[in-house]
């Protein structure tokens, strides 16, 4: 870690607090207190008893060593193993380029490598002349794998909805998660305080010691996902997916590590409706879709939600989950099979002069539109697109080829990076046009239905759209 962003990043302020919190004895976090920093000195230096009060104020058991020195190193490891119901910090003082006159401790060096020759050579024998007469080189020993002791994972249950059910996709995801955790001991749930919104407090419930409540601190909790998915657990994390924003850096590099975490992202767009635009996760297809290997699912109904968290749970990979905060319609049967990098047609005719696409509760302003265009004698056709990424292409390209060439797509999200985006990136090379309509202003608080209907994602702007198109 370094130092300075230990004392000024708000994320590891809280992950002290919350170390203590659960008295996480097991922890030894390691300090490098080298005093510099990139372009300029750290603003404790080596004021040790400056970060040693710091730590110890949050709780922790405290050891400042000298990080040059293996044998304090040993000692104090030793210390920590020994310390109970509370988490320890080693602070090792160090000095950047320690052993190379002309490196040790200046703060010009940082990032820069040695050069070729006469300046590579010198540090090679500065560096040499420290070693002792007769040194064997220390053997290290391959750690065990680790074994989890889980027991073998069994079928999760079908979801069991009725017909004439209205359930909201964020419900039905925390029942799924559920059932999920049921049939797989590997699964954890991890909550930012939200967990009574999200649902996941129905899996924490039956599953207390595989749930962890990061309270309001989304980097945390994404961080531990990522913990965890390399010990091999599937952990889901949930929470608004406005707050997600909060812990981009870590969703950034979970990415990059491809790390096995189930992101799930609730209160989307303007159907949440009274809370207004500071709740409403209106570029979070655009932030998750942007991050490669990311699978992105956007569930419209209870039954697809159940299946896509199962379908998430068997994939390797990192997979965000987009959940709606109104209920909506069983729209599905029961046994209806759901796949990563699918979408179902659930509207067409030989007759059909458009294709509409949708997901989540625009997909039910879309079949209102639907009909209503239907009593006018216009026919088209409706998608489900609930995978954006990946997406199915070649359903979207057959059902633009069979509407002349014609799509519009409607998204509870901001126009750039959405639903819309990933359609035309998938057919636009194809000469397929492409007409979006999506949330294109900042929002204001109202009832769901006013706010979808006001800000241009709604059954009545669809017909007006589709009429114009044609």
């Not at 994320?11 to 080298?34: G, Q, S, T, W």
């Not at 064997?136 to 074994?147: C, D, K, L, Q, T």
């Not at 029942?175 to 999920?180: G, Y």
């Not at 669809?462 to 009429?467: D, F, G, L, P, Y």
Request: hydrophobic share 40%.
């Amino acid at each position: 870690m370094h130092e300075t962003a230990l004392i000024t990043d708000p994320y590891f302020i809280h992950f002290f607090v919350l170390a203590r919190h659960y008295a996480l004895d097991n922890l030894c976090a390691i300090v490098d207190v080298n005093r510099l920093g990139q372009s300029d000195p750290t603003m404790l230096q080596h004021d040790m008893e400056g970060y040693r009060s710091r730590w110890a104020g949050f709780g922790w058991h405290t050891l400042v060593v000298d990080g040059h020195d293996p044998a304090a190193l040993l000692a104090a490891f030793e210390e920590a193993a020994r310390t109970q119901r509370k988490p320890t910090a080693l602070l090792a003082r160090t000095f950047k380029g320690k052993g190379i006159s002309f490196i040790e401790d200046r703060p010009d060096w940082h990032g820069k490598a040695l050069k070729k020759g006469e300046e590579a050579q010198k540090a090679i024998d500065e560096l040499t002349r420290q070693l002792k007469p007769g040194a064997v080189e220390p053997e290290i020993r391959r750690p065990e794998p680790s074994v989890n002791g889980a027991r073998p994972v069994k079928a999760m249950a079908p979801p069991a909805y009725k017909p004439t059910d209205s359930v909201a996709t964020r419900e039905a995801f925390g029942a799924a998660l559920a059932a999920l955790g049921e049939a797989n001991p590997l699964v954890v749930g991890l909550d930012a305080d939200v967990k009574n919104s999200t649902f996941t407090d129905k899996f924490g419930k039956q599953f207390p010691g595989r749930f962890f409540e990061s309270f309001i601190a989304e980097q945390n909790m994404v961080g531990a996902a990522v913990g965890l998915a390399s010990t091999g657990k599937i952990p889901f994390a949930a929470t608004f997916a406005c707050f997600l924003t909060r812990a981009y850096d870590f969703i950034r590099m979970a990415a990059i590590s491809h790390s096995n975490i189930k992101l799930m992202g609730s209160h989307v767009g303007v159907s949440i409706g009274e809370d207004g635009p500071s709740q409403m996760g209106l570029e979070d297809i655009a932030m998750m879709a942007a991050q490669p290997g990311m699978v992105v699912l956007y569930p419209s109904d209870a039954v697809c939600t159940h299946r896509l968290v199962e379908a998430a749970a068997a994939h390797r990979g990192p997979v965000y989950i987009r959940t709606s905060r109104p209920k909506s319609p069983i729209l599905y049967g029961n046994d209806e099979p759901f796949k990563i990098g699918g979408s179902k047609v659930v509207r067409q005719s030989q007759s059909d002069q458009l294709t509409i696409v949708a997901a989540g509760v625009t997909l039910f302003e879309a079949l209102k539109a639907y009909d209503q265009l239907k009593e006018a004698g216009v026919s088209v056709r409706v998608i489900d697109l609930y995978s954006i990424v990946p997406i199915d292409r070649t359903t979207l390209l057959d059902s633009a080829r069979a509407t002349q060439g014609r799509i519009l797509t409607v998204e509870d999200h901001y126009e750039h990076g959405g639903l819309g985006d990933a359609v035309l990136s998938a057919v636009g090379s194809e000469g397929i046009r492409v007409h979006k309509l999506a949330v294109r202003e900042i929002p204001h608080s109202g009832k769901p239905d006013e706010l979808i209907d006001r800000f241009g994602v709604g059954a009545r702007t669809i017909v007006e759209t589709a009429k114009r198109i044609l």
